[in-house]
């Protein structure tokens, strides 16, 4: 009985905390999908997480804090576009420069504003996305299996968590049932053609970022006002780059990407647990050694993974009209 | 009553920088007519085109299109003014389908599924009329060249194109694929529609246009009825003086194999079969063609003669030492080292880094030589030497190793690549392409001194996807279909029809006098 | 790749347009002070001041510049073959921890041979560090940058485990080692100074400074004028044209990335056998990220990224002496900085060459006619 109340917490927990994860992802997926490497989700989701937090701390709002992340993330997503567009620059260098720069205008600011040492306030109840109940979930939570898969592991999220779910089949839709995810699945697989199809390059490319950059304000926002409560120093934490990994794991496809962040958030999840724990034989695994378990997974992930076979073609290629 | 042509252009000029590409254009393309535009590579077909469609701006003169003054500042403008482009290089997306590629850009519903419903209705209208046949809903990677390029056509039509403006159609087709493209487009006139149809090849224009113009440096020279011009007043138009090749072949003997090719399969990067029990003899002496449509495994021929690939089956033999196969594998800079040089088929691509100075550029391949490299460190004087002897006996113009190789026309490009591989006097010379988007004076001069290589002894396997520069150089001529060697034709027995069945696949059997490969 | 038609000679090209990218950098920075509600010019000088001021600060100012020496070249050494290391930080734990261990084994009997160990150690373990992902990105094509990433994580709780546990100072509460033994380390400049008679004031500037400028020399001599150089640059730019010119691809990555790891190991020489003399967890402080910064800044030039490394060090103790002075300040602004560099030098490198080809054309060639 202990293995199964076991197994429904690290599910509980997973869920949790792959909301960040999966919203990362998609918003990997859909640059990438339309020839942009963003190696910069790890930025974009700290500005975010830093713009909601500041924003809720404030106004005492999760709303605007969402709002508010989605739009500094937006703004950093069209940077990155126009040094990818129009600069034709190197994406990576792009992305890494976001990241930097994130990595130390958010504590500056954050200092500047809340004078609290580079974190923000902790947020109350009020201000965040706390956990909602499902309709009929108390009604439920005594029926045997369905009751402790209803109410106790699916019930019970933040709305961020459930949102991050449900973005999911959105955004598998849009890019394979609409004409817009056509255009955008070409975009970055042969820019040329799409340019020849009388269809601007450019424009597509810079939305496919104002789609990436809404992701990842809500992954970051769910990161500080929903998963935490309030923005600390470097929280994102690689996030971002297992986000990335992730979309490579899923070979840029949605629903191969929700499992792949799935699994890694699994494993953190499991890392949590782990920790403290005594085994037979080996005894505790020092908690440095569990928290390593999901960079190091990623890394057996992608050394299992070979490369580029499935990226798009013209991914992290700019686009230059006359070759 | 006179109908306004398809398409007119007056004194139409554009330039870049100080380069007049197109000076004072004047064109008629009547409603109904396949015109033809020929010349040589650079003599400005290519930016008289992109006006016409939309992808460059005059500087001046006047564009009109049935009657009307127009111009056009992008390609979707020309799209709705009826004109259409099918490129040299389709501009398909290859993981999607074939109806995914048709509506790109002309969706006209929010929601594909819809889209597709219209679009199929449509389709089968325009397959009934033009007697198309391509499936749908097949991904064009799986599609052959010239059903590709039929979708390009069937895309245009899609938009409504009334103009279709075909550039270099034929460079990727076999000789049969070439025939059914003149049956379509002989079709699409009937049925009222207008076809531009630009080539640099002669017997083409003959075989299937109405009028020709012929453009030289950017000029029109001749604009006639096809009826009443001929191929060779065609071609001296088309270059100007005539140029006349210096070098003939002499007689040459032939000896024990150079390099000797048994049984070889080897596998692609994509990891399918690219060769299949392929054999055959490269002798002293003799230029051996390799024919055959891009992609049939020409690629990987190259790469297993040069050390770039390892065979999976069979063995290849240098003066009878196994180079090449399942248990010996040599690597470039020793194969180079033992008298085999070579010309990569992309040379932006391979045979040069594009970014580095011409300088370097020289020494690429043969950097380990002791000439060039002692002790692990570079011997910067003799590079320096080496690049000016180069650019001296090729005459690389302009004279300046420091510039980047990229900033040199392809012609140059070429003919330092060309001096580098030759340098060494290397017994063998593996050839890719040797004349591919190098300017009409080089190619002479490349095909000159491939002849003088032959008539000196050496032993020269040429790849090329050009039939009438293989038919013009090589001793004997070898066709690739699908991995498989299709047969061996000597050049005094090879004619484009066969050369062109074999290209399609049609065994060596069916095929006079070609000896039988092994 | 090209950044137009028009050539620009040396001096416009490798001087000014990098100069007006950083200039663009620091402008921006400027606005960020302004928006924290101080005067941007008079922390301008006050930086100044705290960089060049006396001459304890000039020592500081080098003893960090040798840091971004090491992480420079790092970064610009793998970025000539073609690939973006940004595993400076794990590198140089692991690259600390090699120098500690050597320390440690052979401090007591051997001190002077220690610190040659020590010094071949820090390079060891960094290349070390880098050769998992070097060769799973040599063999099997997983991306370097995320990798790297990853190896920081995993570097760091490695440091973390080892300082709380088996390295731990016996009964220290810190996560750091014991002291390195007596005489274990590498001189300082002022003793150095004091040694010919010169009095300095006492700063952490050590022979690092040396060590990192050797480390420079042999760099560029390394890629200009060695054919393994050649080999690794033409990978680097285009790895087909490397095939073909009978270069083996993947050992040149994993050699490549090897040499950039083994740099940024050696940043431990500085902080550690030069100033701390013992290991700390955590000390690489974001420096192997700079690292990126100053070699775009010196346009991946050895002699750029001694520059550039300059004047990184110039910002570091400058800015700390700012934060020191402005309340609103931190030296979080200087990794704002970092990333604005990064950006506007490295990301967007010709957002100034089109209007410089520009002027140049019409006046320069204007005065040729």
């Known amino acids: ?323 | 009553m006179h109908v306004a042509p398809a398409i007119e252009t007056r004194d139409l000029c554009k330039r870049f920088g100080d380069v007049k590409a197109n000076d004072n254009v004047s064109l008629v393309v009547e409603q109904g007519s396949v015109h033809g535009i020929v010349g040589e590579n650079g003599a400005g077909k290519s930016t008289l085109l992109k006006m016409l469609f939309g992808f460059y701006q005059p500087n001046s003169g006047d564009l009109i299109v049935n009657g009307e003054h127009i111009s056009f500042s992008s390609p979707s403008e020309a799209m709705a003014a009826g004109i259409a482009m099918v490129h040299q290089h389709f501009m398909l997306v290859e993981p999607f389908t074939v109806l995914e590629n048709i509506i790109l850009g002309a969706e006209g519903q929010g929601l594909l599924k819809h889209a597709e419903i219209d679009a199929k209705a449509k389709l089968k209208g325009l397959e009934q009329q033009f007697g198309f046949d391509i499936p749908l809903d097949e991904p064009v990677s799986h599609l052959s060249v010239g059903q590709r390029q039929r979708v390009e056509i069937l895309k245009a039509l899609f938009r409504g194109a009334e103009t279709l403006i075909l550039d270099e159609p034929t460079a990727v087709l076999t000789p049969q694929e070439c025939d059914q493209l003149f049956e379509l487009v002989r079709l699409l006139k009937s049925r009222g529609k207008t076809i531009l149809f630009v080539t640099h090849k002669l017997h083409e224009i003959m075989a299937v246009t109405d009028t020709v113009t012929v453009i030289r440096a950017g000029k029109v020279i001749v604009r006639t009825d096809t009826s009443s011009t001929s191929p060779e007043a065609l071609a001296e138009a088309m270059v100007g003086s005539k140029i006349s090749r210096a070098v003939t072949r002499a007689d040459t003997s032939k000896g024990t194999p150079r390099i000797s090719v048994q049984n070889v399969s080897a596998v692609s990067d994509h990891g399918h079969r690219a060769l299949q029990n392929v054999s055959f003899d490269l002798f002293d002496g003799e230029v051996l063609g390799v024919a055959g449509v891009a992609g049939n495994g020409q690629t990987e021929l190259l790469e297993i003669l040069t050390g770039l690939r390892r065979v999976s089956e069979g063995s290849v033999s240098l003066t009878g030492n196994v180079i090449n196969s399942a248990n010996v594998y040599t690597d470039p800079i020793a194969l180079r080292r033992a008298g085999v040089a070579h010309v990569a088929e992309d040379r932006l691509k391979s045979g040069v880094v594009a970014s580095m100075s011409a300088r370097e550029n020289a020494i690429l391949g043969y950097q380990r030589d002791a000439d060039f490299s002692r002790n692990g460190l570079m011997r910067l004087a003799a590079i320096d030497q080496a690049a000016n002897d180069y650019f001296e006996s090729q005459d690389v113009r302009p004279r300046n190793p420091d510039l980047p190789i990229a900033s040199f026309s392809g012609g140059n490009q070429q003919k330092l690549v060309i001096a580098r591989e030759i340098a060494r006097s290397p017994q063998t010379l593996i050839i890719g392409q040797p004349t591919r988007g190098v300017d009409i004076g080089a190619v002479t001069k490349i095909h000159d001194q491939i002849t003088e290589l032959r008539n000196a002894g050496k032993a020269l396997l040429v790849v090329s996807a050009d039939l009438d520069e293989l038919m013009a150089i090589s001793d004997r001529i070898a066709v690739l279909c699908d991995g498989k060697l299709v047969g061996i034709v000597p050049i005094s027995e090879a004619d484009e029809r066969t050369i062109g069945l074999m290209m399609a696949g049609s065994p060596a059997a069916t095929v006079d006098n070609v000896e039988q490969s092994q | ?369």
């Open chain 3, 1 to 369: 790749m090209s950044g137009g038609p028009t050539k620009l000679p040396g001096i416009l090209e490798s001087v000014l347009i990098p100069f007006l990218n950083i200039l663009v950098a620091l402008f921006v920075s400027g606005l960020v002070v302004l928006a924290l509600g101080e005067d941007p010019f008079f922390a301008l000088g006050l930086l100044i001041e705290g960089a060049f001021g006396y001459q304890e600060a000039i020592g500081y100012t080098f003893y960090y510049a040798t840091n971004f020496i090491f992480t420079g070249l790092a970064v610009s050494v793998a970025f000539h073959a073609g690939h973006f290391n940004i595993g400076g930080e794990g590198q140089a734990m692991l690259g600390g921890l090699g120098l500690t261990l050597a320390v440690f084994w052979l401090g007591d009997t051997a001190p002077v041979l220690s610190v040659i160990v020590a010094i071949f150690g820090a390079a060891l373990f960094g290349a070390g560090w880098a050769f998992i992902p070097a060769w799973l990105q040599a063999y099997r094509g997983s991306h370097v940058v995320i990798t790297t990433i990853m190896f920081n994580f995993i570097a760091s709780a490695l440091l973390a485990y080892l300082l709380v546990g088996p390295l731990q100072r016996p009964g220290g509460q810190m996560p750091e080692s014991s002291d390195f033994p007596e005489g274990v380390g590498l001189m300082q400049f002022h003793e150095l100074m004091e040694a010919v008679g010169i009095n300095f004031e006492q700063s952490p500037l050590n022979l690092s400074f040396l060590i990192a400028l050797i480390a420079a020399a042999s760099v560029w001599f390394m890629l200009a004028r060695t054919r393994f150089g050649y080999e690794m640059r033409v990978t680097g730019q285009n790895s087909d044209a490397a095939r073909f010119a009978g270069v083996s691809v993947p050992r040149v990555t994993v050699i490549a990335l090897m040499m950039s790891g083994a740099l940024a190991g050696m940043m431990g020489l500085n902080e550690l056998l030069g100033e701390q003399l013992r290991l700390i967890g955590n000390f690489t402080l974001g420096y192997g990220f700079v690292g990126i910064a100053v070699a775009f800044m010196g346009r991946n030039h050895p002699l750029g990224i001694v520059l550039a490394a300059i004047l990184f060090g110039i910002l570091y103790q400058g800015g700390a002496e700012l934060a020191f002075e402005m309340p609103n300040i931190t030296r979080d602004l200087i990794v704002v900085i970092q990333g604005l560099v990064i950006l506007f030098a490295g990301g967007m490198p010709y957002l100034f060459r089109r209007p410089v080809a520009a002027l140049y054309s019409r006046f320069a060639l204007k005065g040729e006619r």
């Open chain 1, 1 to 323: 009985m202990e293995f199964i109340t076991d197994i429904l917490l690290l599910s509980d927990s997973t869920l949790r905390i792959s909301a960040p994860l999966i919203l990362a992802a998609l918003a990997g997926l859909c640059a990438e999908r339309a020839g942009i490497v963003d190696i910069g989700l790890e930025g974009k989701m700290l500005a975010a997480a830093f713009g909601a937090a500041s924003a809720a701390a404030v106004t005492g709002s999760p709303w605007i804090g969402l709002f508010a992340g989605i739009l500094v993330s937006v703004m950093l997503a069209l940077l990155h576009g126009y040094v990818s567009i129009h600069q034709r620059g190197n994406q990576i260098v792009s992305g890494m420069a976001i990241n930097i720069m994130v990595a130390g205008l958010a504590p500056t600011l954050a200092n500047a504003w809340f004078s609290l040492g580079g974190q923000t306030p902790l947020l109350d109840n009020g201000a965040r996305f706390t956990a909602i109940d499902l309709p009929f979930a108390e009604a439920l939570e005594d029926v045997p299996v369905v009751g402790a898969l209803y109410s106790d592991l699916l019930s019970g999220h933040s709305l961020m968590t459930y949102l991050a779910f449900a973005m999911v089949p959105v955004i598998a839709w849009i890019l394979y049932k609409t004409r817009f995810g056509l255009r955008l699945r070409a975009v970055g697989e042969n820019p040329e053609a799409v340019d020849t199809a009388g269809i601007s390059v450019t424009m597509l490319r810079y939305q496919a970022m104002v789609m990436a950059g809404v992701l990842c304000g809500m992954s970051g926002s769910a990161l500080s006002t929903a998963l935490g409560a309030g923005f600390i120093r470097d929280m994102s934490a690689g996030k971002g780059f297992l986000a990335l990994a992730a979309m490579i794991f899923g070979r840029w496809k949605p629903v191969p990407t929700l499992l792949a962040c799935l699994l890694f958030a699994f494993v953190d999840a499991l890392q949590g647990r782990l920790q403290g724990v005594s085994f037979p034989l080996i005894g505790e695994i020092p908690v440095q050694f569990t928290i390593m378990l999901p960079y190091v997974i990623t890394v057996v992930i992608l050394a299992g993974f070979a490369g580029k076979m499935d990226a798009p073609r013209a991914s992290g290629i700019p686009y230059e009209k006359d070759r």
